[in-house]
Structures are given as structure tokens and as C-alpha cells.
């Protein structure tokens, strides 16, 4: 099951000239990225590991591609996204985040449903890859 | 200029191709505000025509390929290298061939790390950084430390190398130093001599030409030497350069420097007076001739 999170995510995968145009409009506007990547899938988890530090004071696009292609290089296997934080109110807030790797085969998720007092159901979601240990999740 | 470049089925009219780019000005301009350094003026415009052809060839699909802009400007200090990368970074930026036209000037300091594995991440940022214009690595010969073979210059030349080479049509790296030591250098390192394309020497200024230099200065500071003062000057240049450490236009920025503090201490001295614009333009001979340069004895160089 192909994972919907982030901008972009209902398209078909971009293309790197695609994510290059995209990175380049945040760069244009002022917003500094940053590369991530996780191999697990929930849509909850937010603590996604980083790439290098945020890239600040970038003129242009290629600088990006440069460690999103080393980054892949190296875990080309799990979701990787991009984020472009704006700091032009005081704090870093992301204001446009989306995938820009993801594995071959995306096993999905299992919904658990838990019976509960008086009929009432629990519902939880549990990724198919996070049975296995992190870092052996894909391939 | 009046030359069609006819193709089976495209014409190219060169002095419009020229005036779209809008380098003319650019060109006008090195020459109207750096004053001598001919070679250095007809290396870039043969840099610029080139490049000005290359782009037609590109559009008439008689290319693909990116051409090596890599450079290399060697020179004695205060020869204006630092200040030619940058219109050759607006030069390039206006042909298309770098997409930003920042440049992005380094030492050492900013490429090579401290400890093990600092290096190649600060190499990376600076990288980074200059995507999309020009990487002006100012003292270039610092990086590689033939002495300490421990040293982590090597690192930082390796991952320049290699992104020199792979990213040709992303970054412009432009080498600058002293002539010897940069040749010195290039022997060390023949990766860097053969992915540089043009090597540009920078040549002394004469000493019309420092008198020049130092006229334009002042015109753009709103000042200017009394006839007496120019004279000094003139005397001021000759002594200054036989002394060690002369770095020619910055020398020269120097001493203006000093002369205008003598000014203003002057003019403060006599605070009944009436003082007309003129006066305050002007630097005399007394400003320029206090200088240490004109003691002969070396006991009394406090007082400059």
C-alpha cells in the first residue's frame, strides 16, 4: 500500500527535475531544507532521522540534489522527504514537507480492531514492515 | 560585429545576441573602473566572446557538451583578483552559464576541519553554498600542506576535485594566490591544473597607474589632492614600493586612509576657522608628506 503523507503524495512520484523546481521555489523563498528518513512508515511517527543539519543560506537547488542523491545512495531502501522550514516569524516552522523516496514494496498496515466494554471498538494501526528490526524493515 | 552566422535553417545576428545578454555594460565597466591590467582585460573579453559563441552553438544544438570554466588568478596582493572574480561571476551569470551569479568566497579556514571527519561536511556546506555561481577560494595553495602528511587540505582537494569535475554546469571554482606559490601548487596537485581551464596572471601596477588608482579612489570618496599634494604623492608611490609588504592597490587604499585622518586632524587643529567644501575635499602636501615613508631612519615609524 503506497503511503499518502506529505505534499504531493496523491501524484505519482516526482521526478528529480520535479523535486529540483520544488527546492529550488523554497530556496527562493527564503526557507532553509532539510533531508530525513525513516523506515517506519506510521503515520504518526514524527521523529524521522536527519541527514546532515538543515541547509541554510543555499542560492540553489543543486546543492540540495547533491546530498538528497548521497543520501539515497545510502539508504535508498526507506522513505526519505524533504522539509522547507520558514523563519521569517522568529521560529522554524515547515511549511512544505513530502516524500521523495520510498521502498520498492510498501507491505501497508494491519488494523487491529479491540473489543472493548459494551461492544465499543479500539482501533489501531500497525505497519507490516515495523515486525521486523529497524534497519532490515525493506529489501 | 556585423557577421551572420547563416545555418541550413537558423540565422544568428551577433550584435543582438550581445545586447540581450547585456555583458557590454559589464565589459564598459571593468574597463572604466579598473584602472591598467590590459591582459587581464583581454583574457575576459576573449573569456566572454567564447562563451557568447558557445551559447549560440547550444541553441543551434552544434554543442551539448558544458564548457570547463574553472579558473585560476595569480598575482601579487592588492591586484584586483578578488574584485575581477566577481564580474566575471556577473558575466557569466548574464551568458546562462552559472544559474544564481553569488559568489561565494573561501579560505582554508571555511574547507578544511580540525579533527577527523570535520572535513568533509565543512567542505560540503561551502559547496552547497556556491551552487549556482562561484566558489572564489582566495590563497588556494594553503589547502595542500606538502609537510604534514596528516593534514586534512587533501580531503578537501579530493571532494573539490571531484564535484569540479561531476558538477561542471552547477558551479565556477575560481583558484586565486600569489603566482609561485600557486604554481608551486599546481605541480603538487596536476588534478587541478588539468580541470582548470584559464589561468589568469594578474601583472603589478605601474606607478602611473597606482596614481591613477588612488585618483579614482578619492573622486568616489569625494575628495582630492591639492597640486602640491599629487606631487608628494607621486614621490609617496616610488619610496612606498621599494619597501616589503607592498600590496599595491591596497597599499595605496591604505595610505589614503591615513592621509585622510591627517586631513581631519589638521583641519580639527584650527577651530576658529572658516572652512569652505573646498577645503574640506582637499588632502595637501603636509598630509601626504607626514608619512613614515619619507623618514629615512626607521626610529621615528610611530609617528605614522
Redesign the interface.
Given at each position: 500500500m503506497r503511503i499518502t503523507q506529505g505534499c504531493f503524495s496523491f501524484l505519482p512520484d516526482l521526478t528529480d527535475e520535479q523535486i529540483s523546481r520544488q527546492v529550488q521555489y523554497s530556496l527562493e523563498n527564503g526557507w532553509a531544507v532539510n533531508i530525513e528518513f525513516t523506515d517506519d512508515p506510521h503515520p504518526r511517527n514524527n521523529l524521522w532521522e536527519m541527514w546532515?543539519l538543515p541547509?541554510f543560506?543555499?542560492?540553489?537547488?543543486?546543492?540540495?540534489m547533491?546530498?538528497l542523491n548521497q543520501c539515497r545512495k545510502v539508504y535508498g531502501d526507506r522513505y526519505i522527504r524533504l522539509s522547507a522550514f520558514d523563519s521569517s516569524h522568529g521560529w522554524e516552522s515547515v511549511r512544505l514537507s513530502f516524500i521523495v523516496n520510498r521502498p520498492k514494496e510498501e507491505p501497508g498496515f494491519h488494523l487491529e480492531r479491540h473489543e472493548v466494554a459494551g461492544r465499543n471498538i479500539r482501533y489501531t494501526t500497525r505497519s507490516y514492515a515495523a515486525d521486523r528490526p529497524e534497519g532490515r524493515r525493506y529489501g | 560585429m556585423d557577421l551572420d552566422i547563416a545555418d541550413m535553417t537558423n540565422t544568428v545576428n551577433l550584435r543582438e545576441e550581445l545586447e540581450s545578454v547585456g555583458i557590454v555594460e559589464i565589459l564598459a565597466q571593468l574597463d572604466r573602473e579598473l584602472i591598467g591590467l590590459t591582459p587581464v582585460k583581454t583574457r575576459i573579453r576573449e573569456i566572454a566572446a567564447l562563451l557568447l559563441i558557445e551559447r549560440i552553438r547550444k541553441r543551434l544544438n552544434l554543442t551539448s557538451e558544458v564548457p570547463t570554466l574553472h579558473m585560476s588568478f595569480t598575482g601579487n596582493p592588492g591586484t584586483g583578483k578578488t574584485t575581477v572574480a566577481l564580474r566575471i561571476a556577473s558575466i557569466l551569470h548574464r551568458l546562462g552559464f552559472v544559474?544564481?551569479g553569488?559568489v561565494v568566497s573561501v579560505t582554508r579556514d571555511e574547507l578544511v576541519g580540525q579533527y577527523i571527519g570535520h572535513t568533509a561536511?565543512k567542505t560540503?556546506?561551502v559547496?552547497?553554498?556556491a551552487?549556482?555561481?562561484v566558489l572564489f577560494i582566495d590563497e588556494a595553495y594553503y589547502l595542500y600542506r606538502p609537510d604534514n602528511e596528516r593534514d586534512y587540505g587533501q580531503e578537501a582537494i579530493e571532494i573539490l576535485l571531484q564535484?569540479m569535475e561531476s558538477?561542471r554546469e552547477?558551479?565556477v571554482v575560481i583558484l586565486a594566490g600569489y603566482g609561485d606559490r600557486m604554481d608551486k601548487f599546481f605541480a603538487s596537485n596536476p588534478g587541478f591544473r588539468s580541470r582548470i581551464a584559464h589561468h589568469i596572471d594578474f601583472p603589478d601596477y605601474s606607478e602611473p597607474e597606482l596614481l591613477a588608482i588612488a585618483e579614482l579612489m578619492l573622486r568616489d570618496m569625494n575628495y582630492k589632492f591639492s597640486a602640491d599634494a599629487r606631487e608628494a604623492f607621486i614621490r609617496y608611490i616610488a619610496l612606498r614600493k621599494t619597501q616589503p609588504l607592498f600590496s599595491n592597490a591596497r597599499s595605496i587604499r591604505n595610505a589614503l586612509d591615513r592621509m585622510r585622518l591627517r586631513q581631519a586632524n589638521r583641519l580639527v587643529a584650527d577651530l576658529d576657522r572658516v572652512l569652505a567644501a573646498d577645503d574640506i575635499m582637499s588632502l595637501e602636501a603636509s598630509d601626504v608628506l607626514a608619512s613614515r615613508v619619507f623618514l629615512n631612519d626607521g626610529s621615528m615609524t610611530s609617528s605614522a
Amino acid at each position: 500500500m503506497r503511503i499518502t503523507q506529505g505534499c504531493f503524495s496523491f501524484l505519482p512520484d516526482l521526478t528529480d527535475e520535479q523535486i529540483s523546481r520544488q527546492v529550488q521555489y523554497s530556496l527562493e523563498n527564503g526557507w532553509a531544507v532539510n533531508i530525513e528518513f525513516t523506515d517506519d512508515p506510521h503515520p504518526r511517527n514524527n521523529l524521522w532521522e536527519m541527514w546532515g543539519l538543515p541547509m541554510f543560506d543555499l542560492r540553489d537547488a543543486a546543492g540540495v540534489m547533491m546530498e538528497l542523491n548521497q543520501c539515497r545512495k545510502v539508504y535508498g531502501d526507506r522513505y526519505i522527504r524533504l522539509s522547507a522550514f520558514d523563519s521569517s516569524h522568529g521560529w522554524e516552522s515547515v511549511r512544505l514537507s513530502f516524500i521523495v523516496n520510498r521502498p520498492k514494496e510498501e507491505p501497508g498496515f494491519h488494523l487491529e480492531r479491540h473489543e472493548v466494554a459494551g461492544r465499543n471498538i479500539r482501533y489501531t494501526t500497525r505497519s507490516y514492515a515495523a515486525d521486523r528490526p529497524e534497519g532490515r524493515r525493506y529489501g | 560585429m556585423d557577421l551572420d552566422i547563416a545555418d541550413m535553417t537558423n540565422t544568428v545576428n551577433l550584435r543582438e545576441e550581445l545586447e540581450s545578454v547585456g555583458i557590454v555594460e559589464i565589459l564598459a565597466q571593468l574597463d572604466r573602473e579598473l584602472i591598467g591590467l590590459t591582459p587581464v582585460k583581454t583574457r575576459i573579453r576573449e573569456i566572454a566572446a567564447l562563451l557568447l559563441i558557445e551559447r549560440i552553438r547550444k541553441r543551434l544544438n552544434l554543442t551539448s557538451e558544458v564548457p570547463t570554466l574553472h579558473m585560476s588568478f595569480t598575482g601579487n596582493p592588492g591586484t584586483g583578483k578578488t574584485t575581477v572574480a566577481l564580474r566575471i561571476a556577473s558575466i557569466l551569470h548574464r551568458l546562462g552559464f552559472v544559474r544564481r551569479g553569488q559568489v561565494v568566497s573561501v579560505t582554508r579556514d571555511e574547507l578544511v576541519g580540525q579533527y577527523i571527519g570535520h572535513t568533509a561536511p565543512k567542505t560540503k556546506e561551502v559547496l552547497k553554498k556556491a551552487m549556482g555561481g562561484v566558489l572564489f577560494i582566495d590563497e588556494a595553495y594553503y589547502l595542500y600542506r606538502p609537510d604534514n602528511e596528516r593534514d586534512y587540505g587533501q580531503e578537501a582537494i579530493e571532494i573539490l576535485l571531484q564535484v569540479m569535475e561531476s558538477q561542471r554546469e552547477d558551479l565556477v571554482v575560481i583558484l586565486a594566490g600569489y603566482g609561485d606559490r600557486m604554481d608551486k601548487f599546481f605541480a603538487s596537485n596536476p588534478g587541478f591544473r588539468s580541470r582548470i581551464a584559464h589561468h589568469i596572471d594578474f601583472p603589478d601596477y605601474s606607478e602611473p597607474e597606482l596614481l591613477a588608482i588612488a585618483e579614482l579612489m578619492l573622486r568616489d570618496m569625494n575628495y582630492k589632492f591639492s597640486a602640491d599634494a599629487r606631487e608628494a604623492f607621486i614621490r609617496y608611490i616610488a619610496l612606498r614600493k621599494t619597501q616589503p609588504l607592498f600590496s599595491n592597490a591596497r597599499s595605496i587604499r591604505n595610505a589614503l586612509d591615513r592621509m585622510r585622518l591627517r586631513q581631519a586632524n589638521r583641519l580639527v587643529a584650527d577651530l576658529d576657522r572658516v572652512l569652505a567644501a573646498d577645503d574640506i575635499m582637499s588632502l595637501e602636501a603636509s598630509d601626504v608628506l607626514a608619512s613614515r615613508v619619507f623618514l629615512n631612519d626607521g626610529s621615528m615609524t610611530s609617528s605614522a
